[in-house]
């Protein structure tokens, strides 16, 4: 009897230590990291307490509004602590992410927002589009389509219903136009990351096409266009689609410069500043000098940090000089006294500019060499850099090094 006693005591099961799962698996964290855990739980009670959700977002709003990421991502985590499945607050999230640079944290909050909505709101696709590459993006932009033209087939019917059009999710109503910038960007991989691939020149049209298709005069599309006929030689071509665009919205946004006021009708057909960049390129590649110069300042007003808009800037004012003395020569004539100031104005300013490109580039830590020695090769023709040039402020010991992957994600190096 008393072995047998002993063995059930021996065989009696341990009993179980539940601290971790009542305090949420604090035994296998550290102080300070439980301390963590307790404090962000009490905030997520506190801001659901406090705040609806609603309230989180629109304060989430006004930050990203004042270009405050940080204290965007606070009050949208919040609001996702206390709905997790709320898909714009999940779209928000990963925009802000973007914002901060965080590329990883935007793909998992747009991911997150397929996961639970696959079929409705093309925005997230649009945005998974952009941070990918190659192939993956292709596929993104192809699905985020998809859900564009459904959910704007559905629009006609109900509008041929006699009811009101309702927003998807993201609250923006899509328009053919988003169909055409997701084309354009379709298009713009073709002809730049799968380049490469078989029949890429012939899908990069169709794309084009698709997207002129769906907004005829859109600025982006017309430039593709030209872009892919200049690649193919086909330049007068590709000149005419590109003045078209140019005229589509330059002289709308040097109106808009003039009288210090900003129309967001006029914004949202001003292409993207990287896209202003290749106009410019193609403008210079034209010999539309002129047009180029309005691109290029046009990009600096907006920022003057990118070290290829002051290279581009100095080149254009180089060829203008060129140019000039090249009509003067075949005319074979002397120069005459307005030449000579018109010159000298050309070639102050090239230099200046690339005097600023060099200094800049310095102060970025970049990389693009060919660039830098074209612009070392330009200075010693015109004289060497401008004295006097205002010096630039230190670097932050925390920048990042530009590249030519930065200042320009798909362009080659201009060949000079």
């Known amino acids: 009897m008393g072995g047998q006693g002993k063995s059930k005591k021996k065989n009696k099961p341990k009993r179980t230590d539940n601290r971790s799962n009542r305090d949420g698996g604090f035994v296998c964290l550290s102080p300070q990291e439980r301390m963590k855990v307790r ?12 705040y609806s959700v609603l309230q989180l977002l629109e304060k989430t709003e006004e930050y990203m509004d004042s270009f405050d990421f940080e204290m965007a991502a606070l009050f949208c985590q919040r609001a ?38 696959p079929d409705v709101g093309h925005s997230k696709y649009m945005c998974l589009g952009q941070i ?65 691939e078989e029949g890429a020149a012939d899908k990069c049209r169709e794309f084009i096409e698709r997207a002129l298709q769906y907004h005829h005069d859109n600025p982006e599309a017309l ?32 109106e808009m410069a003039a009288a210090s006021t900003s129309d967001e009708a006029v914004q ?49 004012c180089y060829l203008q000089w060129e140019k000039a003395k090249e009509v003067q020569e075949r005319e074979g004539r002397e120069v005459t006294e307005e030449e000579k100031e018109e ?6 300013a090239a230099r200046s500019y690339l005097t600023r490109a060099v200094k ?35 670097l932050d010991e925390d920048y990042e090094p530009c590249s030519d992957e930065e200042d320009d994600d798909t362009e080659a190096p201009m060949e000079h």
Request: aromatic fraction near 6%; charged fraction near 30%; include cysteine.
């Open 223 to 254: 430039q593709l266009m030209a872009s892919y006929l200049f690649s193919t030689e086909r330049n007068q071509e590709g000149k005419e689609y590109l003045l078209k665009s140019v005229r589509k919205w330059l002289s709308a946004q040097k």
């Open 132 to 196: 990918h590459t190659g192939q993956e993006a292709v596929d993104y932009y192809t699905r985020g389509i998809q859900v564009l033209l459904s959910t704007l087939e559905e629009q006609k019917a109900t509008t041929a219903a006699g009811a009101a059009a309702q927003p998807e999710e993201d609250h923006q109503v899509p328009t053919e136009k988003d169909v055409s910038v997701a084309y354009c960007s379709i298009a713009e991989i073709y002809l730049t990351d799968l380049c490469m």
């Open 343 to 348: 010159w000298k104005a050309l070639t102050e």
């Open 39 to 50: 404090m962000h739980e009490k905030a997520k009670k506190k801001s659901a307490e406090k």
């Open 360 to 394: 800049l580039y310095a102060k970025l830590r970049c990389d693009d060499q060919p660039m830098l020695e074209h612009v070392k090769q330009l200075l010693g023709e015109l004289g060497g850099e401008m004295e006097g040039e205002e010096e630039e402020p230190a």
């Open 268 to 316: 949202n057909e001003i292409p993207p500043y990287e896209s202003r960049i290749t106009t410019a390129k193609l403008l210079i590649e034209s010999e539309e000098y002129e047009l180029a110069v309005d691109v290029l300042e046009g990009l600096l007003e907006e920022d003057d940090e990118v070290v290829q808009v002051w290279y581009l800037s100095g080149w254009v």
């Open 80 to 117: 996702l602590d206390v709905e997790s499945t709320n898909l714009q607050a999940l779209d928000m999230l990963g925009h802000i992410h973007s914002e901060l640079g965080d590329t990883q944290k935007a793909k998992e909050a747009f991911l997150r927002a397929v996961e639970l909505s």
